[in-house]
Every structure is written in structure tokens, then in C-alpha cells.
């Protein structure tokens, strides 16, 4: 399907349908949302994308497919038996087995069948040189695993080398599968055992070796590594895949130019941040849902480049179609800065000709003046007043929500409301109607409806089994969708909650489970 040549059919149908309802809409404080599901997805294999994999069924000549690498004298024998790749010595060695490209922000793992002895087992890697190298190694020890070491070396010399595991680590008995989720500037990695998914270690690693530079994800490959006091290693699989991490938040409906949901191939069409630990440890996603259906699907993940040589990972994003430009353009929020103490967080403006909705995508992104602590942009092209409008939340004592406008998509805004007296996140402007609103969720256990575009308040949203409870935060992301007539619902929302996944050193911000609601006036 050409995008191009079929949106200006799908607005005007899109349209006349929404204007048969809009002269008996409600307003949105009398709209009753009624809780449809919930889903926490913790790395769920069926909500990820492929990237590479190591299969010792499918292997004939290994040296060609997956060749090793021998680092000591002594060499491990290398076996392929009974669907398993097996590694085994009775003296020292060191083995790195190449299995894919590299991806920092990828998600890594290793399906273990059987370990026993003395050693380590994780990931190695490397550019093609071996002048840069990152290693990520599991320690196992008389059948137990026993901590977590990350090596970093630079032009041959060792930069860092140190324990990387959690402080409430305990030791215990052989995982079934090794998580390594890779956030660019930093990684937390878990052991995965009969269906429960602990942490086991984390890292900040970018003041030695800053692996979101393009260079990185050029020139380096992926290797399963092993090293052998004595002992062996069975391996089931080994494997990269962009993922959906243990928790979504920060959910944004994707639109076009003026604000409208985008409906395409019969699905909306959603940013979400990939949780991964703290900022700025998250991954901006790309998921579609059929709006009768809960059928969360990831599509994508993108990243932003600033010219700089790194790719970063901001999250918070609005992303939408510019029909007029043929352009994909949005904003997104500059957490990415929160890896070195010298940026500062920022909204940024973000293009693409590329769409950024599948695979793995890199959006231009540029600074347009708006610096500070200021977060959650949605961006709108208002064709009666001629401006563009941004409604985001600043921090004046807490944030606060406020409506910006230009006569330019990306630059020169000048606050013209605002801010809300309410804390304020999630910050949208969707239509009920041929009406817009703004909605904002909060730290006061309410979503909260202004008027457009000058913040006035008009009510709360109606919702039953609201997600969160007396102990859980509260600021959520409203996410009020308008939906064409033959739906058996007028509208429906996604919202996640904010609860962190469990025994993760702070600052934890792995948050949340999905929740769908569908309302009805």
C-alpha cells in the first residue's frame, strides 16, 4: 500500500463518518470507560522481532556458519549432539563463537541446556580488529550461578573490569535462558528459570565506551563466549531480537499532521517506551493494535540521530505523518541526556522519509530551542488558527501541563496557556466530536480534561478499575482514541500502570502493564 495515495481517500472517509456523530458528542467527562484487559509483557517471545539466532539443529559446517575463536593454548572441544551446541575442556580455556552483527539496543540471550565445573558463559563484543572489546560473562561455579563480571577493552587496554551484580543476588542453580537487554548507554541482564526472570546485574557503561556510535553498530559483531576452568556447557539456542523488555510505558497515538489517529491496514498505531531500568536506559517502540481486538503487536523501534555519531534512544515521542510534506515528522523528549552530565534534556523535532513504523529505524532529530525540563510533547497542526500547537508538560513545581504555538512546525514557539494548576503527564489533544480536548494524566489519582487550546478545565475522566491502586503512582498516560462507526464502542484507550518490576537496583522506572478500556456515552 502507498500511504501517500491513499490517505487523502481514508481522512475523508475518516471524516464524514466522525461529523454524522458530531453534532450529539458528549463531552469527554461524561464518557464511561470500562475496562476491556490487561497484559504485562516480560520479554515475551510471540511480541518480538528477529534479528539473529544461532540453532545447533539447523548448523552443517560450523567454521563456515559459526566460526570460533580459541583465546588460550589449551582449546575447548566444540560438539554438536542432540540439537545442542556443546562446549567442554578439562584445563583453562577461552572460546568466543561468532553468531550475528551487533545491535545496542537489542536484546540478547542464551538457552542453556546443562553447566557444570568452573567458568563463565555470556557475550563477547568486538569490532572486526578486536582493538575495542565488551564482554558480559555469568559466572558459574560447582553448578550455581554465582555473579555477573563485564570486561571493557579499549586499543588494548582494560578500561573496566568489575562485578556488574545486583546487590540482592543470590545464588542459585542453573538458569534456562540468560537475558541481556543492551539499553545503549547502559544493560541490565536477567536468568530466566522455569518461567520466572530475575535480575541479575546492571551496568552504566558509556564513560568507558559509548556503544550507541554508528561505528558500533557497523563494525561490531556478536559472540557467544565461554570460558572453562574445567568443566561444560550445553547450549540450546543463541540469540538477538529487537524486544519489548519487561514493562511498556509512555503511550502516544501515532496521527496525521492534525491531530487524527491514525487508522492503516485496520489498526492504530502507538509509541511506547521499552522499559529497561532507569533513564536513560529505555528504547522508543512502534506497536499497531486492532482497536476491537487487544492484539498488541511490536512493529518497530527507533532511534534519533543528532549528527553527533551516536543514535539515541529518546523516548516520550509523538510521531505523525505530514500529508502536505509527504514527510513523517514529531517530537520527542531528549532523555538520552541523562548519559552524560554535560547535555541537557530537551524537546527535540524529528523527520524521516523512511516510515519509522517497522524495523529498526533512525529518525533526524534536531534541537529547536525548547531546553529544560520539559517532557511528553503531542504536536498538532491547527488549520483554523494557521499554527502549529504543542500541549506538554513543564516542570514549574511539579509538571505542569501548557499549550505552545508557532506558525512553524519546529521552531519559534511561544507559550499561549497554561500552566494547569494539576501535575500533569501523558499530555494528548485528541477529538471527541469535531471538538478537541486536552488530557493530562496526574499524581491525583484523576485524568484530567481541558478545554483546547486554552486549558481551561472541564472534568475528570470516567473510568472504571482505574490502573492503579492506593500504593501504585498514578501518572499515567491518558490515551483517548475516536473511532469510525462500526466499532461496537465510539472510543477506546490505552493506559499503562506504574508498577516497577520487581528487584532491580534504583532508580527503577520499569513500569507497566497495558490496560484497554473502551468507552461509551
Not at 520479554?43 to 539466532?53: C, G, T
Not at 518497530?300 to 505523525?320: K, M, P, Q, T, Y
Request: hydrophobic letters at 35%; one cysteine or more.
Amino acid at each position: 500500500m502507498k500511504i501517500s495515495k491513499l490517505l487523502p481517500i481514508w481522512t475523508l472517509f475518516w471524516l464524514s463518518i466522525v461529523n454524522l456523530h458530531a453534532q450529539n458528542a458528549p463531552s469527554p467527562e461524561k464518557i464511561k470507560f470500562v475496562r476491556q484487559g490487561v497484559r504485562r509483557f516480560i520479554f515475551d517471545e510471540k511480541l518480538a522481532l528477529p534479528l539473529v539466532s544461532l540453532i545447533p539443529e539447523e548448523i552443517i559446517g560450523m567454521p563456515s556458519m559459526y566460526p570460533a575463536k580459541h583465546h588460550l593454548p589449551t582449546q575447548a572441544e566444540i560438539l554438536l549432539k542432540n540439537k545442542q551446541l556443546i562446549l567442554q575442556s578439562t584445563q583453562e580455556s577461552q572460546t568466543s563463537i561468532w553468531f550475528g552483527g551487533f545491535n545496542p539496543f537489542a536484546t540478547y540471550s542464551i538457552e542453556l541446556g546443562h553447566l557444570e565445573g568452573n567458568g563463565d558463559v555470556g557475550f563477547e563484543f568486538t569490532n572486526q580488529e578486536k582493538t575495542s572489546q565488551f564482554f558480559i560473562k555469568v559466572q558459574f561455579l560447582n553448578n550455581q550461578i554465582a555473579g555477573v563480571q563485564q570486561k571493557i577493552i579499549s586499543q588494548g587496554k582494560t578500561l573496566s573490569e568489575e562485578a556488574i551484580t545486583n546487590k540482592g543476588f543470590k545464588k542459585g542453580g542453573v538458569p534456562q535462558k540468560i537475558i541481556l537487554q543492551m539499553l545503549g548507554s547502559g544493560l541490565t541482564i536477567f536468568a530466566q528459570s522455569e518461567g520466572q526472570i530475575i535480575p541479575i546485574g546492571q551496568s552504566d557503561f558509556s564513560q568507558y565506551l559509548d556503544l550507541r556510535k554508528k561505528e558500533c553498530l557497523n563494525t561490531y559483531q556478536s559472540h557467544l563466549f565461554v570460558s572453562l576452568q574445567s568443566g561444560r556447557i550445553e547450549v540450546n539456542k543463541v540469540s538477538s531480537v529487537l524486544g519489548a523488555g519487561m514493562g511498556l510505558a509512555d503511550i502516544r497515538a501515532i496521527t496525521y499532521e492534525d491531530g487524527e489517529p491514525m487508522l492503516d491496514q485496520g489498526r492504530l498505531w502507538y509509541t511506547m517506551s521499552i522499559r529497561g531500568r532507569a533513564l536513560p536506559h529505555h528504547i522508543q517502540g512502534v506497536f499497531s493494535m486492532n482497536p476491537s481486538l487487544f492484539d498488541l503487536k511490536l512493529e518497530g523501534i527507533v532511534v534519533f540521530d543528532r549528527n553527533d555519531g551516536l543514535l539515541r534512544n529518546e523516548i516520550a515521542s509523538h510521531i505523525f505523518y505530514d500529508r502536505k510534506e509527504k514527510l513523517w515528522r514529531g517530537l520527542t523528549t531528549g532523555f538520552s541526556a541523562y548519559a552524560n552530565p554535560q547535555e541537557k534534556k530537551q524537546l527535540l523535532a524529528i523527520e524521516s522519509t523512511k516510515d519509522p513504523r517497522f524495523g529498526f529505524s533512525i529518525m533526524k532529530a534536531t534541537p529547536f530551542g525548547i531546553v529544560g525540563d520539559i517532557e511528553d510533547p503531542h504536536i498538532l497542526y491547527d488549520s483554523k488558527a494557521k499554527k502549529w500547537r504543542i500541549l506538554t508538560c513543564e516542570n514549574q513545581g511539579g509538571y505542569k501541563a501548557v499549550m505552545l504555538e508557532s506558525k512553524d512546525w519546529n521552531k519559534n514557539y511561544q507559550k499561549i496557556a497554561g500552566p494547569v494548576s494539576h501535575n500533569s503527564t501523558g499530555t494528548s489533544i485528541q477529538k471527541i466530536g469535531d471538538q478537541r480536548y486536552c488530557f493530562s494524566g496526574s499524581q491525583e489519582r484523576e485524568i484530567f480534561i481541558y478545554t483546547y487550546p486554552d486549558l481551561q478545565s472541564v472534568g475528570t475522566l470516567k473510568m472504571d478499575l482505574p490502573p492503579w491502586d492506593d500504593k501504585a503512582g498514578t501518572r499515567v498516560w491518558p490515551n483517548v482514541v475516536q473511532l469510525l462507526d462500526g466499532y461496537p464502542f465510539k472510543y477506546v484507550a490505552l493506559m499503562m500502570d506504574r508498577y516497577n518490576y520487581p528487584n532491580l537496583e534504583g532508580p527503577n522506572w520499569t513500569y507497566g502493564a497495558i490496560y484497554l478500556y473502551h468507552g461509551v456515552d
